[in-house]
């Protein structure tokens, strides 16, 4: 059974190489996997990836593909050959684009002799409130209702899990599959500001609802001692766990 600080995803969102391994240092084996998003991955390509598993840790890729089927399942197909082990594209791509990028991925794989990686949708992001998901992007329905459909939806087509907030955790349990992966971030401890975070729990509370991996980054990389910070997080994750019923 994974431990709790393997379940923790650290989000390295920062501007070079520098201060990406600055922090992957500091934290060493107290995180289970490192996540390079745009920001990082914009600002110094692969490498940073590359050399980040070459040390030993596993790289979740947060590009959040959204394109037509052909671009997306070719784009999943050149992560797949660096060796990331988690990557995700927008759940609303849609049904054929989800599913062809999970086969390009099991087919790089396969040739390249690499880990299948986990392919993760993104369903509404944890920084968009009710508000915000009806009046601006105009889609209708309550928040739950569209993180369901579109959790539905990546189900269908074959990829391995979601990107949800900890606060749709209950519904996606009913829901979905058991096997079925749920990635969180919108975590925040009661000690830390919610930044742009909307819809958000607390590691602990994230846990008991049955969270997969929890993703932070800013009370973690902001924290005046990251190795500190995340280390009082795996507590909080590990109480949280002892207090799950039914899903491991
Ligand atoms: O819905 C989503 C999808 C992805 N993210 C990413 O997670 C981290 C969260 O960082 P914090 O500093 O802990 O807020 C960040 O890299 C986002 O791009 C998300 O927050 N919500």
């Known amino acids: 059974m994974l431990l709790a600080k393997d379940r923790l995803i650290v989000a390295l969102d920062v501007d070079s190489r520098e201060e990406a391994l600055t922090i992957v240092k500091a934290l060493g084996n107290n995180c289970g996997t490192f996540k390079v998003g745009m920001q ?11 050399e980040i598993i ?6 979740f890729l947060d590009l959040k593909f959204h394109d037509i089927p052909n671009t997306v399942a070719k784009a999943s197909s ?7 082990s988690m990557f995700t594209l927008h759940a ?4 054929a684009m989800m599913a062809q990028a999970a086969e390009e991925a099991a087919k790089k794989a396969d040739l390249t002799a690499r ?42 087509a074959g990829v391995g899990g979601i990107v949800a907030s900890p606060q749709e955790i209950h519904l996606l349990r ?15 401890p009661q000690w830390a500001d919610a930044n742009d975070q909307a819809r958000t729990m607390t590691p602990q509370e994230a846990m008991a609802a049955g969270a997969d991996y929890l993703v932070v ?12 910070a995340a280390l009082r997080i795996i507590e909080e994750m590990e109480k949280g766990m002892a207090q799950r019923k039914t899903h491991q």
């Open 115 to 156: 880990q299948k990686p986990l392919v993760l949708a993104v369903t509404i992001l944890t920084s968009m409130n009710q508000q915000t998901l009806n009046e601006e992007v105009g889609m209708a329905g309550s928040v739950e209702q569209n993180v369901l459909r579109l959790a539905r939806l990546a189900e269908e």
């Open 217 to 228: 980054g800013r009370p973690i990389t902001k924290a005046a001692d990251p190795a500190q």
């Open 40 to 50: 990082l991955h914009n600002s110094v390509g692969f490498a940073i990836t590359e």
């Open 78 to 84: 050149v992560v797949t050959s660096k060796g990331v």
């Open 54 to 59: 070459a040390l030993g840790y596993p790289v």
């Open 92 to 95: 609303s791509g849609g049904k």
């Open 174 to 188: 009913e829901h979905c599959g058991k096997d079925f992966i749920i990635v969180t971030p919108g975590v925040r």
